[in-house]
């Protein structure tokens, strides 16, 4: 059947169109290869295009992109927030906005603590004072171990309970006892004022008060204790409290920087004054566990001082470019999880001695109680205010070079050169 080659409608069915006697098939299969020849990129084909994988990574690109972009215009944003930014530090930013520090603060993502400086500073003021007066005018309700007076070892045949022993001394006519646990339920420590009898009518008079129905009881020991005894007690207990503090001083000093230790030392007469004012307004017993209780308080709030000084120092050294507002407030608030994650576990160990613990660790826990709220306040608006308001900055952190340890420039002439 002979084809007319210039009817297009033929040349349309017709599977020798070329004229080389190949088919229409090859045609394509040649325009394929070419789509198939790699790209200039060197990727492979355009069929590629439609790969979910290679959609993802141009996903992921366009997103790392984004997020260079917006670490750019964040280094750009603080340098226009923060005039103190010098040009030749760019290294320096550079590296600070790769740790986070100065993107932290030009996301305004830290809490502004020093914000509320002033008000917490009078607060505090206040309550110095006011502890201070409480202890002059109601003075301190001192318990035996301050005063004298006379102490028993008492073991009863079977348990009894502390309430049942203060009770039957009451009874007697022994007023204001305290009984405490000595080991088990059944031996105790039964303390009283100064009694006017001599040792051994003190000694049947109590076998007579603390005998207890179907329950007999033996006094093993019994001393009396002289005011003058419970007066050395008295001042040496405040020896030791100052030179706690003295101690501090000095190793935060020598540790960090003295503006710091001032500010430290400060924090902790505060704790130590606010429980005892305390104590002396409200007219709770002040005796040995108490004063233990104050010094266990200057132990823990330099602990939770020092974790954010050390903090303070390291932004200090790793973050330009900011304020030593900002810093205190950057170092607090990457320290807060880790204050308030402590003053978590140890409240809850309080509890459980104020709750739990019975009248011999009653008011030690109470101590611990307002002391542990007085030194975590005190370690945010004491410990960090102080040192600002001496000047603070990052020139106290930084070693600088000695003198005489500076390089020195030394030029030769060689006298042979004018001959």
């Not at 017709?14 to 190949?22: A, K, Q, T």
């Not at 419970?230 to 020896?239: C, D, F, K, T």
């Not at 230790?261 to 566990?289: K, M, N, Q, R």
């Not at 003053?343 to 160990?349: G, R």
Request: charged share 20%; net charge negative.
């Amino acid at each position: 059947m002979a084809i007319d080659k210039n009817n297009p409608l033929e040349q349309q069915n017709n599977p020798d169109r070329n004229g080389s006697g190949g088919s229409n098939s090859e045609v394509n299969n040649d325009s394929t290869r070419r789509r198939k020849k790699p790209r200039r990129d060197g990727k492979g084909s355009n069929t590629k295009a439609n790969n979910p994988t290679t959609a993802k990574s141009k996903k992921d690109k366009a997103l790392s992109g984004s997020k260079d972009a917006g670490k750019d215009s964040q280094a750009m944003t603080t340098q226009a927030a923060n005039p103190e930014l010098e040009s030749g530090d760019a290294a320096d930013d550079a590296a600070a906005i790769a740790e986070g520090g100065i993107k932290a603060v030009g996301n305004q993502r830290i809490i502004p603590f020093m914000k509320i400086e002033k008000p917490m500073a009078l607060l505090s003021l206040l309550m110095v004072i006011g502890s201070i007066i409480a202890i002059a005018v109601n003075g301190l309700n001192l318990g035996l171990d301050f005063t004298g007076g006379v102490s028993a070892d008492v073991r009863y045949e079977q348990p009894v309970e502390q309430v049942e022993v203060v009770q039957a001394l009451a009874d007697n006519g022994f007023d204001d006892a305290v009984v405490q646990y000595l080991g088990t339920r059944e031996e105790l420590l039964v303390r009283l004022p100064p009694q006017s009898d001599n040792v051994d009518g003190l000694n049947s008079s109590l076998t007579k008060a603390l005998t207890l129905p179907n329950n007999n009881v033996e006094i093993s020991n019994v001393n009396i204790i002289g005011s003058q005894v419970g007066n050395e007690i008295y001042l040496n207990s405040v020896m030791s409290l100052v030179l706690a503090l003295v101690c501090m001083l000095g190793y935060v000093a020598l540790r960090f920087q003295f503006k710091l230790a001032l500010g430290a030392v400060l924090s902790l007469f505060h704790d130590a004054i606010v429980t005892i004012g305390v104590f002396a307004l409200f007219g709770f017993p002040f005796d040995l566990t108490v004063l233990a209780a104050v010094l266990a308080l200057v132990g823990y709030s330099i602990n939770d001082t020092i974790v954010v000084y050390d903090r303070i120092r390291e932004n200090f050294r790793r973050v330009r470019g900011i304020t030593p507002r900002q810093t205190v407030d950057l170092s607090l608030t990457e320290t807060l999880r880790r204050t308030i994650m402590t003053i978590s576990t140890v409240l809850l160990v309080v509890l459980a001695m104020l709750f739990l613990g019975g009248d011999g660790l009653f008011w030690f826990s109470v101590a611990l109680f307002i002391g542990l709220l007085a030194g975590t306040y005190s370690s945010t608006y004491i410990a960090s205010s102080i040192p600002l308001r001496m000047g603070l900055s990052r020139d106290d952190f930084i070693v600088k070079v000695k003198p005489e340890f500076e390089e020195e420039i030394v030029t030769f002439n060689d006298p042979k050169m004018f001959e």
